[in-house]
């Protein structure tokens, strides 16, 4: 088992940036990708970045060059920079842990006020 806790959803205004984080324990040495999806209301799950074990890093097309996924091994931790936020990124976002199953975390939610 792989539990994931978040922290550092909140309220910003437009332009402002956050950083959320995502620990693993448990069973971390079976992670390889862990990331982050995000839902609005009304609208579909989609991912937003990732990063593996391994260093490889991505960002959806639509957030490059204002979200910046990054990952410590050492602390079992992905973060998502978030900067330049803009009221279309409110949404709660959900990290996750891949292992031989996907793991979920309760999610965070973020609130980009116009």
């Known amino acids: 088992q792989v539990q994931l806790v978040e922290s550092g959803g909140g309220l910003v205004q437009a332009g402002g940036s956050l950083r959320l984080s995502c620990a693993a324990s448990?069973?971390?040495?079976?992670?390889?990708?862990m990331g982050w999806y995000r839902q609005a209301p009304g609208k579909q799950r989609e991912l937003v970045a990732d990063?593996?074990?391994?260093?490889?890093?991505y960002v959806a097309d639509s957030m490059k060059g204002r979200f910046t996924a990054s990952r410590d091994n050492a602390k079992n931790t992905v973060y998502l920079q978030m900067n330049s936020l803009k009221p279309e990124d409110t949404a709660a976002y959900y990290c996750?842990?891949?292992?031989?199953?996907?793991?979920w975390g309760q999610g965070t939610q973020v609130t980009v006020s116009s």
């Open positions: 990063a593996t074990s391994g260093g490889r890093t």
């Open positions: 448990g069973r971390i040495g079976s992670i390889n990708a």
């Open positions: 996750f842990a891949d292992s031989r199953i996907r793991y």
